[in-house]
């Protein structure tokens, strides 16, 4: 039973199109993520939300719009796909507040052709 | 074998050798440390981790460095195994902050 799944696992777009990402998390936890992973590993976040509200957004373009139906759900709808969206994005989760890891997802791997 | 970060990103260690990967840090604000593990194709997956009124944890095999006066952590793997290979990260947080920031990474290749 994965703790912190998304969907899919790869996607393959033509720049200029729409696409979304969904993450669901079956820990309980009140915290969710984005992250995005680039072709040099490094790690950065993108969005985080406590309780379906957006508590951080770090200075990503307003193509990327995070939604959040419920505390379990965290999806990510991207805008007019550009060649530099190309990335694994990874979805966590935790419990949140004082000193609890992050659990991720597999990653969903972005390629924009 | 032992790296020293962005310096060294891949470590090779001989397998049965005792790995140390290194990492800074910029936030002296920062009181929550973890280490991660990165399997190709995977995503991190949590090793151990350290609150800043500590200086050394262990786990299995695992053990973790903080020194905070220099805003260092280290992650020692005894006896390293095939199975270790892969992309580590430490990640730092301040209490109550809801965001990781992680370090650039450092890949580990295990030689049998």
């Known amino acids: 039973d994965t703790a912190v799944s998304q969907t899919p696992k790869y996607l393959v777009t033509q720049m200029g199109n729409d696409k979304s990402i969904k993450c669901e998390q079956n820990?309980?936890?009140?915290?969710m993520y984005w992250y995005k992973q680039d072709s040099k590993k490094f790690l950065k976040i993108m969005f985080s939300?406590?309780?379906?509200?957006?508590?951080i957004n770090e200075t990503v373009p307003n193509r990327f719009s995070p939604k959040s139906p419920d505390k379990a759900h965290l999806n990510l709808h991207i805008n007019s796909l550009e060649l530099g969206d190309s990335a694994v994005y990874f979805c966590a989760s935790s419990q949140g507040g004082k000193n609890t890891e992050a659990f991720f997802g597999q990653g969903t791997r972005l390629t924009v052709v | 074998g032992e790296s020293v970060g962005l310096h060294l990103p891949t470590l090779s260690v001989q397998e049965g050798d005792n790995s140390i990967i290194n990492c800074a840090y910029s936030?002296?604000?920062?009181?929550?440390f973890i280490w991660y593990k990165q399997e190709s194709g995977k995503g991190p997956q949590f090793i151990i981790d350290?609150?800043?009124?500590?200086d050394k944890r262990q786990g299995q095999r695992v053990t973790v460095l903080l020194n905070k006066t220099v805003k260092h952590l280290s992650l020692q793997i005894a006896a390293t195994q095939p199975g270790d290979s892969a992309v580590y990260f430490c990640a730092e947080t301040r209490y109550n902050f809801n965001k990781f920031y992680f370090g650039s990474g450092t890949k580990l290749n295990v030689k049998p």
């Open positions: 936030n002296s604000a920062s009181d929550y």
């Open positions: 820990l309980g936890h009140d915290t």
């Open positions: 350290i609150r800043s009124n500590m």
């Open positions: 939300y406590n309780n379906k509200e957006l508590i």
